[in-house]
């Protein structure tokens, strides 16, 4: 069973700290992975993808990918409340266009 | 807005009903994909096409039809649902690209579909 596994939360981190999210995931044919913020009711939108390990930046984001470790995570510098949502992780092998996503992590930034 | 629209946005059906779900992209992509989502579950993929042809249907049960015409339209036929078909259905759509490692999707704003 090919599976992406994020702990479903809720994570609260007070305004201005760094929220931390992370995602592991089995299947080793994984390539490239992606971190999508969902607000309650809405479509997910994507944030960034990776698929080179280390640090990828995109402003306040942060995409961390060790594949040796099979592990993604995501981190959010300055956290506002606007970025309570909740952020899923997916996963894709090479050559597919399938998806795997994970159940996704709420996130709750405290004014 | 990402470029791919969803109607309706509602919709409330019996078990009996026969309805359609219609997405259309405006982003040039050459795959669409249909997935549901429930709650407390992963998003679960049903359908996807690739250059029109359907290249993936994960078992999803025949009262699912999807079909796609061309390459910026895709609807999901529904004939018989049952209740725990209500979800929200949402639409992607994505470029494929030859190292495939960049396919990025974007989905639609969906369907909350209620089966009574």
């Known amino acids: 069973q090919k599976e992406v596994e994020q702990n479903s939360g809720p994570l609260s981190v007070p305004e201005g700290a760094i929220a931390s999210l992370n995602c592991t995931y089995s299947d080793r044919g994984s390539q490239s992975f992606f971190w999508y913020r969902q607000y309650s009711g809405k479509s997910p939108e994507l944030i960034m993808f990776?698929?080179?390990?280390g640090d990828k930046e995109d402003g306040r984001f942060t995409a961390q990918l060790n594949k040796a470790s099979q592990y993604v995570s995501l981190l959010i510098r300055d956290s506002q409340p606007s970025d309570s949502a909740t952020y899923l992780c997916?996963?894709?092998?090479?050559?597919?266009?399938?998806?795997?996503f994970g159940t996704g992590t709420r996130l709750t930034i405290i004014p | 807005e990402t470029g791919v629209t969803q109607t309706p946005r509602h919709l409330v059906m019996g078990m009996t009903n026969k309805k359609s779900l219609k997405c259309e992209q405006h982003l040039g992509h050459n795959a669409m994909y249909w997935y549901k989502q429930s709650a407390k579950k992963p998003l679960e993929l049903m359908f996807v096409y690739s250059l029109e042809e359907r290249v993936e249907n994960n078992s999803v049960p025949s009262r699912f039809s999807p079909e796609c015409p061309n390459s910026s339209h895709l609807f999901l036929h529904l004939h018989t649902l049952q209740p725990e078909d209500s979800a929200l259905y949402l639409c992607?759509?994505?470029?494929?690209?030859?190292?495939?490692?960049?396919?990025?999707?974007?989905f639609g704003p969906g369907t909350r579909l209620t089966v009574l």
């Open positions: 992607a759509s994505s470029q494929a690209h030859t190292d495939r490692r960049t396919d990025t999707q974007y």
């Open positions: 990776i698929y080179s390990n």
């Open positions: 997916a996963a894709q092998t090479f050559g597919n266009e399938k998806l795997t």
